[in-house]
């Protein structure tokens, strides 16, 4: 079974279709029907921060002095929001990212990030 499969319609010239995990097909184009413009990753991450920023969302138990687990140590949605802004914008200057979407006329930089 691949990994992912294109979905929806043919993409516009220059660009790939999107992709989804296989066997998924019920699955709703866009996460928020009476949000159409959340449609990323990106989005979705802005949309929590707006809506639940000081709410922890990342936490992880730091290890003591004596090898035990301490108490949670939260990130807020705004807190993690911002580091990947500077993540984005760090990478965008190191690959020097230009590009425009001719067909739109509007400067779109993108780096694709594969794990």
Excluded at 45 to 64: I, P, S, V
Excluded at 75 to 93: C, P, R, Y
Excluded at 97 to 104: G, I, K, P
């Amino acid at each position: 079974m691949p990994l992912s499969v294109e979905y929806g319609p043919a993409a516009p010239p220059g660009e790939t279709r999107p992709r989804r995990a296989p066997g998924y097909d019920e699955l709703i184009g866009i996460p928020y029907i009476d949000e159409p413009e959340v449609n990323t990753c990106s989005m979705c991450l802005k949309r929590a921060a707006t809506k639940f920023g000081d709410r922890n969302f990342l936490g992880h138990r730091a290890y003591l002095a004596d090898g035990e687990r301490g108490d949670y140590l939260w990130q807020t949605f705004k807190e993690v929001s911002a580091d990947v802004t500077n993540i984005g914008k760090g990478l965008k200057g190191l690959v020097k990212l230009d590009a425009t979407n001719a067909a739109a006329g509007v400067a779109q930089p993108r780096l694709g990030i594969y794990a």
